[in-house]
């Protein structure tokens, strides 16, 4: 193997990555070109690269701490993925798999219109950016396949002449285990890139992945939530959620008529047919946001995203939208337990978002809330203003104010209003969760039981509810008596 070669060529890849050149600042990249920088001094006796060589063809002292502390920092990153509780923990330690991760799920201007190739006039196939991301993909392809197990024991052989057997030995061992391509996540399709071919003739496969899935994040997870920016780039504060509730349809019980509704919408908004903004309303614990994420969930794999956003957040919608405009996917904007104390700047941005700004909402964005308030707006008996009262604050028009408070539930087109459920109800919802967890059989008197303490668990607790149903059911599941046995 002529080592110096091989790092050339590699370094070469990474230095010439254009239309995925974000690749080349990331941690694992970054830290494989500083290892690779440090090697190539003193991979060759002959010219240049061997110019920090001892006589005896041996490394400096500080060539060796530097290869050393390369290699120390290369292989923490590489593990990183393994000590992962996310998603992301499905993904191997190969670096392989890692390099295969991170080009099928970049971010960059070439992807983004991946998004909306069927849209994009045919000659465009051909056009400087398609040869570049092209090209990219080939570099890409190259360095994923880099010899690391070559290279590790390159440098043992380099610590061994400076005397460093036991940190050599060492290194060599790692070496070994670093022949396995590993496995990308699951949820990304494995022959992608096939190993051993060139990355570059895969582009229309990631094309057709990419207009699936999207691209970047969105491609990779469908739950988001909006944090503050903190950056003048909009786009930076999409967050993906890395453990989501895993809730589908199927784990719901009761309400069918509510979720045949949301259901019904979102089927719509995922045709390109016209659909609602819809406020589910109803008491607390009936399965609002259940339904909503569970929906979501259900449609993932149609292009369907949720992003989450709190009411602190409502005054930056207008970049919210403007992130969400530009991309082929359909996203629902989910506001829970919506409610103002007051008409404040984030009512009103809302209200101008559901009907009536200058700027018309996306095609691909609806908006989803659920609240415990009908109109959303506290309201106390003193907001009912007399003539009396009118005239002492000079609010001439005070009833107006009053009503432009309940506008705003007014403007969602679709109100789906939860209510607690029947005894019976109740009943059935946690028979259902029970038997569905495995844990009640069908006897008789087993299920007799179940139901007894059921309502004891009610009566003791928080009243009726799909939430108060689970919660007991979760209790059961445990194990425990309950506290009127003690």
């Known amino acids: 193997m002529n080592i110096s070669n091989d790092i050339l060529k590699t370094r070469a890849d990474i230095a010439g990555l254009s239309i995925f050149s974000a690749l080349k600042k990331h941690p694992l990249v970054h830290s494989l070109d500083a290892m690779l920088e440090g090697l190539s001094r003193v991979s060759s006796a002959d010219g240049p690269l061997g110019a920090d060589l001892r006589s005896d063809g041996s490394p400096p002292e500080a060539a060796v701490l530097g290869l050393i502390r390369d290699w120390a920092d290369f292989m923490e990153i590489l593990m990183r993925p393994l000590a992962m509780k996310s998603t992301l923990r499905n993904q191997t330690g190969s670096f392989y798999s890692q390099i295969y991760f991170l080009t099928i799920t970049d971010d960059n201007p070439f992807t983004r219109r991946l998004e909306i190739w069927d849209a994009m006039d045919p000659d465009q196939l051909s056009s400087t950016l398609y040869t570049l991301a092209k090209s990219d993909l080939s570099r890409l392809g190259r360095i994923a396949a880099i010899d690391l197990s070559g290279l590790g024991i390159h440098l043992a052989g380099l610590l ?45 496969k990631l094309a057709a992945y990419i207009r699936s899935r999207g691209a970047g994040e969105l ?90 956003v709190r009411k602190g957040n409502l005054p930056e919608l207008p970049a919210i939208l403007d992130t969400l405009a530009s991309r082929s996917l359909r996203f629902i904007i989910f506001i829970d337990d919506l ?28 908006v989803y809330a659920t609240s415990n308030r009908r109109h959303l707006v506290k309201e106390r008996l003193s907001d009912r203003p007399s003539s009396a009262e009118a005239a002492d604050t000079g609010d001439i028009r005070a009833f107006d104010t009053m009503q432009e408070q309940f506008s705003l539930a007014d403007r969602f087109g ?31 008197a087993e299920i007799l039981r179940f139901r007894d303490n059921a309502l004891r668990w009610e009566r003791w607790f928080n009243g009726r509810s799909p939430r108060t149903a689970v919660q007991y059911v979760d209790w059961v599941a445990g194990g425990a008596g309950f506290p009127w046995e003690g």
């Not at 016209?274 to 794999?301: H, P």
């Not at 028979?431 to 967890?437: A, D, N, P, V």
Request: glycine fraction near 10%.
């Open 219 to 308: 491609g990779l997870y469908s739950v988001f939530s909006w944090a503050a920016s903190v950056t003048a780039i909009p786009a930076a504060a999409l967050r993906p959620v890395l453990n989501p509730d895993p809730i589908s349809l199927a784990d719901l019980s009761g309400y069918e008529d509510q979720r045949s509704m949301v259901t019904a919408n979102t089927l719509r908004f995922l045709e390109g047919r016209a659909a609602n903004n819809l406020l589910l309303y109803g008491d607390r614990g009936t399965g609002k946001s259940a339904t909503v994420k569970a929906v979501c969930n259900e449609y993932a794999r149609r292009g369907l995203r949720l992003i989450e």
């Open 160 to 204: 061994e002449k400076a005397g460093l057997g036991e940190n050599a030995s060492h290194i060599k061992d790692a070496a070994r285990l670093m022949g396995s391509t590993g496995s990308a996540l699951s949820s990304i399709p494995a022959d992608l890139f096939p190993k051993d071919a060139d990355w570059g003739n895969s582009l229309p």
């Open 414 to 444: 679709i109100t789906v209003v939860y209510t607690a459920p029947s005894q019976e109800e109740y009943l059935q919802i946690a028979t259902f969760i029970g038997q569905q967890r495995g844990i009640l059989g069908t006897g008789e």
């Open 339 to 366: 409610s103002f104390e007051s008409t404040d700047d984030s009512f009103t941005g809302l209200k101008a978002l559901l009907e009536g700004c200058v700027e018309s909402r996306p095609d691909n964005v609806v």
